[in-house]
């Protein structure tokens, strides 16, 4: 059974730092690309951020370019995304997420990101 796990969201001042983490298990996580998602209500979910599996190659969505850093550790199945100089509009559910072989999506529960001005 194949699930994702995030951990690290919370409450934080606008300006400030906030690092998610996502661990996947039951499936080959090292094959997969891995996506950061987030949503406010109301809202569709939008990418924030991408990494191919070597993790040499990251996408990183306009709005949050420059601020916003996803790294993975095949290793620890994980993927993370730091995130730095948080701003109000970053206030969302993150979402850890990819797609296996046969075009299943698969979602974590996300994890609540707060950010207060």
């Known amino acids: 059974q194949v699930q994702l796990v995030e951990s690290g969201g919370g409450l934080v001042q606008a300006g400030g730092s906030l690092r998610l983490s996502c661990v996947a298990s039951?499936?080959?996580?090292?094959?997969?690309?891995m996506d950061w998602y987030r949503q406010t209500p109301g809202n569709q979910r939008e990418l924030v951020a991408s990494?191919?599996?070597?993790?040499?190659?990251?996408d990183i969505a306009d709005s949050v370019k420059g601020r916003f850093t996803i790294s993975r550790d095949n290793a620890k199945n994980s993927v993370y995304l730091e995130m730095n100089s948080l701003e109000d509009e970053d206030t969302a559910v993150y979402y850890c997420h990819f797609i296996d072989r046969r075009g299943m999506n698969y979602w974590g529960q996300g994890t609540q990101v707060t950010v207060s001005s």
């Open positions: 039951g499936t080959t996580f090292s094959i997969y690309r």
């Open positions: 990494i191919r599996r070597g993790g040499g190659t990251t």
